[in-house]
Every structure is written in C-alpha cells, then in structure tokens.
C-alpha cells in the first residue's frame, strides 16, 4: 500500500476504495508491520482495556500524587456532579479524564494518547461516549484506530511533545484524536471526520507548556478535562458540516510553525507562563525541601 503521509491523502484514499478511515489505517498499519489487521485490532484492544481500567482505578481512589499537589480533583467532580449545568455525558467525561490525568500522576498504567500528559482525553471522551450510547466493543476500536490515525498523520509534520510544540501538540491533537473518535462512533463521514480534526487544532493553536515544578501535574490534569469537551465541540461544529475555513494539513503546518516560534521558555522548560508565578516558584521551594 502507498505511504499516506498527509490528510489530503487520507482522504483521496478513502475516496477512492470507498473505505473508512479506519479501514485505509488498518490496511496501512499491517501493511507497514507486516501484521495481519486482526494483529492491529488485537493491539488495539488491549489499548482500550487498558484506558478501561485507567478510568475505573482512577474513579476509586483519591491517593495523592508524590508531590502532593494533585489527586482528589476526580473525587471532587464526582460529589458535585448533580449540580452540573453539562448533560450526563459531558459530565462523565471530565470525570473520565481526571481519572485517568491522575492515574498518571500516581505512576498508574495508562495509555499515552499520544503523550501521557494528555492521556486522559482521548479515553474520556471515547469510552463515555460509548457507554451511554450502546456502542459496541468493535465499533470502539474502530474509533481508537481512527484517533491513531490522526495522531499519525500529524506526527509526520512534527514530534508530539511539548519541548518541541508547546501543548498544542499534546492535550490539542489528543483533543484533535478525540474529535475524530467522537465523530467516527456518531456516524459522521470521513470529510466531518477530517474537518472535527481541523476545528479541534486549529482553535488550540498556542497553547504553551508550562508545568509547574516541572511536573505533569499543573496545570496539565485539568487540561485534560477542559480538552476533552474541546473535542465535543468540534465533533458537534464538524456533524453540522460547519467546515474549517483553512484544511487540515495548512492547520498543521500552521501548529508546526507556531511551536518554532514559541519561545522555548514556554516549551516544558517551566522556566516561564504558570510555571513561574508567584505561587509556582513557592510550590517548587516547598517540593524541593
């Protein structure tokens, strides 16, 4: 099978053998591997059970991170969640994903998707999603595939990390996954799919990484939430056929760009932004005693 190194690609592609998204990644990937596509949604599987069981540890225990700084934000939500002005799954989504943010925090198994810093985002959304609306365990991996998809693609244009693109290329392509997840399971077409992607990028644009004693802990945890129903609204804009006005791959690029441009005291450094307020500088005082 010829490479697919962009989304354009993807999407001729998946015009041409009138496939889904999934189908052309499971195609590519045992293709690439040298794997059977059974292999592939076996690894994929195990992937989602292991997101599975993120969210249930991380739902029951209020243990706190080394540093003491975080932990009990999921207990929290969950004691509040009758007075939440969101629906029920928008609600379990951010409890979702603070399970999971924090399960990270404790040295918890979770699954990076793509970082472990945004960990929690893509699992929130999908598996609460899927809960509530009868989604079947087939249709979920489906989903996670064409979130691995995304994810893929825009790594070629640049690495998913934070020392190199800010948060933007962590908790805004996990947002970005999510999205395309999300609108794979709500029956969205390979064009909403791509443009959920696109809206979700290109409106995180810039968003710095600036962790604060240098740990994935402030403000990264409520990221995580706070992206996931990100992906929500751009998976809502995109089944309206509410289309970027720029596509996807100039989205990319624009987002590579951008973390040229950052300032590297913004890119995981915490040698600026949150990480060197006030309070962050006597939080890091306290830590390091």
Known sequence: MDNINTFRQLYYTCKEKNKAIYEVALDYEA?????????VRLQAKKSLDAMKDAIKTGL??????PSGMSGDDCDK????????????TPQKMMKYALATSEQNLRMG???????????GIVPAVLIAFA????????????????????????ANKMALAGAVGGCQAECGVASAMAAAALTQMRGGSVKQIINAVALALKNILGLTCDPVCGLVEIPCVKRNPFLA????????LAMADIISKIPIDEVVDAMEQTGQLMSPLLKESSQGGLAKTKTAIALEKNILK
Do not use: F, W
Request: aromatic share 2%.
């Open 77 to 88: 939500l969950q004691k509040t969640s009758a007075k939440s002005i969101l629906g029920s």
């Open 229 to 236: 129903i990100h992906a929500v609204t751009a998976s809502e």
């Open 109 to 119: 198994r979770i699954v990076a998707c793509p970082t472990a810093g945004s960990c």
């Open 131 to 154: 809960e509530d609306n009868n989604i079947s365990e087939n249709e979920q991996i489906n989903a996670l595939i064409t979130a691995g998809e995304v994810g893929r693609l825009v």
């Open 31 to 39: 293709s690439q591997g040298e794997y059977s596509e059974y292999h």
């Open 60 to 65: 029951n225990c209020t243990e706190p991170s």
